[in-house]
């Protein structure tokens, strides 16, 4: 989620002004210390506009949770490049690996400590649910394009795409919450993987 | 984790009796529900006990995780079987993929949870970089164990351990917080992943 999105640099209205304080709250405080009144500090406007909008930090979350996918939904193109392995390592290193600045790994932990909400929250299970859908079948996608024009093998596009994001998910977990330094060996496991498992023509390591 | 812990069914001491209590409360409330209070409620002694022991719920909780990891090292024995493969399945199959009962389940998003925690307390984030580093080096000598009995190919054990560590958190996270539905496409797409690649006699699919 590294992509440049518009409503963080000049957010347009009231709505995307609301998704820009909380973006930046969320970076700053992390989901268990954030408050509306947190929220507010980074709001240009009145305060009383997130109180009478929202009922508490959950609901204004889980609008900003669904906003967010809205972007990413129109930020990533159904097409980056013609050949399936470039567009699905581009895929991989820009929404899953997070490669980004400081700013970035706040978000991406404060991302961690959302999705555990659902854990206990059916609110945040939809939310996730739905998240991971539209990514499965983004990839779901580019893996059957990749086996069409000659690019990927035969696979089962579901299974390889399953778990790729069950990689992409333990790679976001390891670096929040743990030693990072598996980061690197996890990434070149997987261009392995990918190497090994679905290119017709693979490439001599 | 699904194996028998002996402090679940007779807990022998105070201290047993306290992550026991610790433990069903977690499965009950999960992590933010939780309270000194609620473990109180399913601890068998004066509730002024945990008060006296403890500075608060995370610092019990901490004290729950290092007891937990002792527990879990004790466990699970270095030699399950004389084949690595079969001992490394094992492995997977009891200590990441969980397949448990319902209680089992409880305890996994509560330590989702947990793990969380871990974005922005550095305590928890020392616990699990403590964690993930027992896991790693139990499956990275069992890796080079499989190497040196000629079971698996000459790989990478750190990045082969690192990558297959990400894909079981990643399932984790899948399972507690997601559409659990993609679990056994992931499982199934592991065992092709582990023929595939460390298998030196792959079986045929």
Known sequence: MATERSFLDRPQGTREEIMNATYYALCEHGYADLTI????????KSKSLLYHHYDGKDDLLLDFLGFMLDEVEQSIPK???EDAHIH?????????LNVGQDQGQEFEKAMVELRAQAAHDSRYQEYFTEHDRFFKHRLIDLI??????GTFREVDPDRVVSFLMAICDGTRTCRTTSN???????????????????LVDSRED
Chains 1, 2 share one sequence.
């Open 79 to 81: 097409t980056i490049s």
């Open 180 to 198: 990072a330094t598996a980061i690197r060996a996890i990434r070149d496991e997987l261009e392995t993987y990918i190497d090994t498992r679905l």
């Open 144 to 149: 059957e394009m990749g086996i069409e024009n």
């Open 37 to 44: 009144q947190r929220i507010g500090e980074h709001f240009g």
């Open 88 to 96: 699905l390592i581009t895929i991989i290193d820009r929404i899953f």
